[in-house]
């Protein structure tokens, strides 16, 4: 489903803050692959998310989706395959806009816009039976601004706007990093229940070590723009956070306490 | 006075669908669009040296607003392809428009006195002193309503998103530039289309007609968000028609004042606008204290909390 090949991306190029962001990265998911990506700050994880999403067109290497070579094509134009969920609750939906409107947006992901009306009855059905499956209570909100919405909720509703249109590629950039843990709970939640019922084919960047353990098939760790670690299904079930970190001090020389507290 | 507050209400009428125009680029878009400036003359332009070489005041009328289409996509264009600042841009085009209506009138002043314009027309069918101001508020709410469907189509919502969060829209495969090169095409064309029928009401279309008309856009807008409220689309459109007109007549009325001429007009406009924009915020902050006062008071009274 998604093949990336020897990509590689440098910023800064030619100045002494040049920094490699991927050194000749190598990623291969099968159709409902769902890997966990995790790695500490400045590894390169957001840039590989870019890297799929198009917001950056790498240097070197291919990206390829569903069998179509995607590596320089406009960002709109590939989101018609892939769905995002951002960090930033603030960031997957419009706020001065409806529960609704803003469904209605992420419905067309797929399709051409045209003239006519975003909102149907016909679609409002449609979005509040998506809704009810958030158990949030949305679907008696159609009518409510987004802004009006507690980050949980918008992170919710960005990953049923983002999920529902079936998307080839679901890219997760730290979804539930900016939320208390009550409601990250909720969305990992969420996500894997959605994940699961539409077998969708995800990359999921996360900080906590135990949700990449919970989460998914795969999981890959990246450090300075490679991927330095990677764990098959079998192996996946087999690791604890504790092994995890033993494997990153293992790979890294021993390089000491602040990985460990970047990491965990 | 009476027709000095009629005439002021029926321009009022004719400059709202410019200040609608503004606010599909204000508001909607969230481009402050100086373009506007540039594309009312270019409506009054277009309109009047189309009278004035005999075609039909209707046909005239339309084609400036596709004329101000152009100019509003132009400056789209400029910001979204050549990467330039948005209130650049605008500036540019502004500036570039100056000369270019100048080209199209051939001369600073074009009259319309003795045309056939669209008002004379509307005279000429309905005789009654209130036909022009009835016809042109028919067809500034029609105007209103068309904006209201719009914005709830897919591409209107997508257009709506654009302004909100630009990020957002993208990942859910809008393409973001070509929806603000016709968000700003759109906004434009009713600026140039208000400019033209401007142009006639007044019997003159002048190359610096245009001076400050972003500002007196803004003016409804504002005054309009203030007075009516824009909690919906509906609603938000109507608070501009509104404000337009409001603004006309607390110009008009300042203009009574004995010692302010008509070139003191665009310090009026200012001053109208800075204060629009200053007044919720000083309201809000009264009632702010007036509700902690009350809050501190019945805490006084119950003998407060307490002390951690």
């Known amino acids: 489903m998604l093949e990336m090949n020897q990509i590689f991306k440098v910023f800064y190029e030619g100045t002494p803050d040049e920094k490699i962001a991927l050194n000749k990265v190598n990623l291969s998911m099968k159709q409902g692959d769902f890997v966990t990506v995790i790695g500490s700050n400045g590894a390169g994880k957001s840039t590989l998310m870019n890297v799929i999403s198009g917001k950056l067109v790498p240097d070197m290497g291919t990206v390829m989706i569903d069998g179509v070579n995607m590596t320089s094509l406009a960002e709109h134009k590939r989101a018609v395959k892939i769905g995002r969920v951002f960090q930033d609750p603030m960031a997957g939906t419009a706020p001065t806009m409806t529960i609704e409107e803003n469904l209605a947006l992420a419905y067309n992901r797929t399709k051409k816009r045209t003239l006519s009306f975003g909102v149907t009855k016909k679609r409002r059905d449609f979005y509040r039976e998506k809704l009810e499956m958030l158990h949030l209570g949305l679907e008696d909100r159609l009518q409510a601004k987004v802004g009006l919405l507690s980050g949980g909720e918008r992170q919710a509703l960005s990953l049923l706007m983002a999920t529902f249109t079936d998307p080839k590629i679901l890219l997760l950039d730290e979804h539930t990093a900016a939320l208390d843990p009550s409601r990250a709970e909720l969305i990992t939640n969420l996500t894997k229940e959605i994940v699961a019922k539409l077998g969708l084919t995800t990359l999921m960047v996360t900080h906590n070590m135990q949700q990449a353990l919970d989460l998914g098939n795969r999981l890959i760790m990246m450090d300075k723009g490679q991927i330095i670690f990677s764990a098959n299904e079998e192996e996946k079930a087999d690791l604890t956070v504790e092994k995890l970190l033993a494997e990153f001090q293992k790979i890294k020389g021993g390089a000491g306490l602040s990985d460990r507290s970047l990491l965990s | ?308």
């Open chain 2, 1 to 308: 006075m009476m027709t000095a507050m009629f005439g002021a209400v029926e321009s009022g009428v004719i400059y709202a669908i410019m200040a609608l125009g503004v606010y599909v680029s204000f508001r909607v878009l969230d481009f402050p669009d100086l373009t506007v400036d540039g594309s009312f003359v270019t409506g009054g332009a277009v309109a009047s040296i189309m009278i004035t070489a005999g075609y039909d005041p209707f046909i005239s009328t339309i084609a400036a607003l596709f004329a101000g289409f152009l100019a509003g996509c132009m400056t789209g264009i400029l910001h979204t392809k050549g990467g330039i600042n948005p209130l650049l841009s605008g500036i540019l085009m502004m500036i570039a428009l100056y000369s270019i209506n100048l080209r199209i009138m051939g001369k600073p002043n074009v009259p319309l006195l003795a045309e056939e314009t669209v008002m004379t027309k509307i005279e000429s069918w309905f005789t009654s002193a209130w036909s022009v101001l009835l016809f042109m508020l028919v067809l500034t709410l029609i105007i209103k309503l068309i904006i209201d469907l719009f914005l709830k189509t897919e591409i209107g919502l997508s257009l709506r998103a654009v302004g909100d969060n630009e990020g957002m829209v993208r990942s859910f495969s809008a393409n973001t530039g070509w929806m603000k090169v016709l968000g700003l095409g759109l906004s434009n064309a009713l600026v140039a289309f208000s400019g033209a029928l401007i142009a006639q009401y007044n019997g003159f279309s002048d190359v610096g007609m245009g001076i400050g008309m972003i500002v007196i856009g803004l003016a409804s807008v504002i005054i309009g968000e203030a007075v009516i409220g824009d909690s919906k689309i509906a609603r938000a459109t109507l608070a501009v028609v509104v404000g337009a007109i409001l603004y006309r007549i607390i110009v008009t009325l300042a203009l009574r004042i004995e010692f302010l001429d008509t070139g003191d007009m665009k310090l009026i406009t200012a001053i109208i606008v800075i204060i629009a924009l200053i007044m919720p915020k000083v309201l809000d902050k009264q009632k702010e204290a007036a509700r902690k006062k009350k809050r501190l008071a019945q805490l006084n009274a119950d003998g407060g909390g307490p002390v951690a």
